[in-house]
């Protein structure tokens, strides 16, 4: 098999001809972080490194990896030169994830299939520019090219969504929805904790100076959302915590923090428990989806937080927290309503996902995530899902990405990998074609569109 042709990832005759079947499917993208105000301008790019590796820090991480200065990633040197960078370490990267991401996006959007290398990187750098300029290769027209149907951004509470306004005005052939996303207001201990509650008083005219202040915001908040056709409420958590708490006590917690003294363990706990079940309440009354993305353990390495913030390449994943017991209280009080899905960081961490799943019919597992969304992880993540819970059960794929340009590839990769695990089992004697082929085109697309849209 050669890299990246026709087979990749196919590796029976089954898989070869589920394939064909869903390649040309829509994408439905309920989860990514996409820039609505890129696709709104559709100027485009620049270069070949604003496509590719100025927003990606799945290709930052590689970077420092293979010793290339900070400088030539994220600092002040000229693009080319972060690209020459990237060019000179590609060939050191195969084997990850990104490394395939990359290269499927320079053959299917440029149509350039040698592997990137230091002896290529100007012809492809040169090459790439003049595509860039053809108007199939902005922002817009790249979407429909990629056949993208619906994509649910990342957005905080406090946004006004003017942008998502202006994409349904203006956009034909694709949805852009909004997802209310509000971990800063749950997240009482951390410093930002006051300036996410400010923007969103600010945001929503309301005095958030007390704690029902907050809960009216937010309710008001929740509100624009669903007019403007958001469909899921998402949450981040490291460690899931749920109990009941009364509200009196998190009034006094609540004007606790805004004084401006620091809290207990005890007391952001239950903040965080009682907000999160106020979220589950929110979700439920609009219909909404609740995702909870579990086990990122933020900001771990401190020079990256402290020069360049959030979503740098320092978050990791750890094993030692407590899913199931943490989980309980939720999962029990929203189990007759309301769709929940549970997106597993940590490999260690679905068996008990997948589990939980199988034990409430209204709990799906969600698409392998960040540390994961490799061939390998996937692989891993479905043949686990189809033996311990039902694949059909699946919430489907969703790109988690950054950049426009891999909704495609990353798509590709699951839907090439689905077929795979599908058509080996099929091989196998474990099912028929006809029920491996319902399998890969429902999760490919139909189940993404009945759980997140209700068709």
Not at 99 to 121: C, M, S, V
Not at 178 to 198: F, H, L
Not at 293 to 307: E, F, P, Q, V
Request: glycine share 8%; aromatic share 8%; with cysteine.
């Amino acid at each position: 098999m050669a890299f990246l042709d026709d087979n990749y990832l196919l590796e029976n005759s089954t898989a070869v001809e589920l394939y064909q079947h869903v390649k040309d499917l829509p994408i439905v993208d309920a989860h990514n972080h996409g820039n609505v105000k890129e696709i709104l301008d559709n100027t485009g790019w620049s270069d070949i490194w604003e496509v590719e590796a100025a927003t990606d820090h799945y290709v930052w991480e590689s970077m420092r990896r293979r010793g290339v200065p900070e400088e030539k990633i994220t600092g002040q040197a000229p693009n080319i030169e972060k690209w020459r960078a990237l060019a000179s370490i590609m060939p050191e990267c195969a084997g990850n994830s990104f490394y395939e991401w990359t290269h499927l996006d320079l053959k299917r959007q440029f149509g350039i299939h040698e592997p990137l290398n230091r002896d290529n990187a100007d012809d492809v750098w040169q090459a790439t520019q003049e595509h860039l300029k053809r108007p199939e290769m902005r922002p817009q027209n790249l979407l429909k090219t990629m056949r993208v149907e619906i994509m649910c951004t990342t957005d905080e509470p406090s946004s006004r969504l003017e942008e998502h306004q202006q994409a349904a005005d203006r956009l034909s052939g694709l949805r852009i929805l909004p997802t209310w996303r509000p971990d800063g207001i749950m997240n009482i201990g951390k410093k930002s904790w006051t300036a996410a509650v400010e923007r969103l008083g600010e945001a929503t005219g309301t005095s958030v100076d007390a704690l029902d202040g907050l809960l009216d915001a937010m309710e008001k908040s929740h509100r624009l959302f669903e007019r403007n056709g958001c469909i899921a409420g998402d949450h981040g958590v490291l460690e899931p915590i749920s109990h009941p708490v009364k509200e009196e006590r998190v009034e006094k917690i609540y004007a606790k923090a805004r004084s401006g003294r620091d809290l207990t363990g005890q007391e952001i706990n239950d903040f965080m428990a009682f907000m999160m079940c106020r979220f589950g309440e929110l979700n439920n009354a609009s219909g909404w989806v609740t995702q909870i993305h579990i086990g990122a353990l933020r900001d771990y390495r401190d020079m990256l937080s402290k020069t360049l913030g959030p979503d740098s390449g320092g978050d990791i994943s750890t094993g030692s927290i407590d899913i199931a017991g943490g989980l309980r209280y939720f999962l029990n009080r929203f189990a007759e309503d309301g769709q929940i899905v549970l997106y597993c960081l940590d490999p260690t961490h679905l068996p008990t996902l997948a589990t939980i799943a199988r034990a409430f019919p209204n709990i799906s597992l969600g698409a392998p995530w960040w540390f994961n969304d490799s061939p390998f992880g996937m692989e891993q993540h479905l043949r686990y899902a189809a033996t311990v819970d039902l694949l059909s059960n699946h919430a489907g794929m969703v790109t988690d990405s950054r950049k426009i340009v891999s909704y495609g590839s990353r798509t590709e990769m699951f839907r090439r990998v689905l077929c795979n695990v599908v058509g080996d089992m099929e091989q196998k004697g474990q099912m028929p074609l006809s029920a491996a082929g319902d399998l890969v085109r429902r999760l490919s697309y139909e189940r993404p569109l009945e759980l997140f849209f209700g068709r």
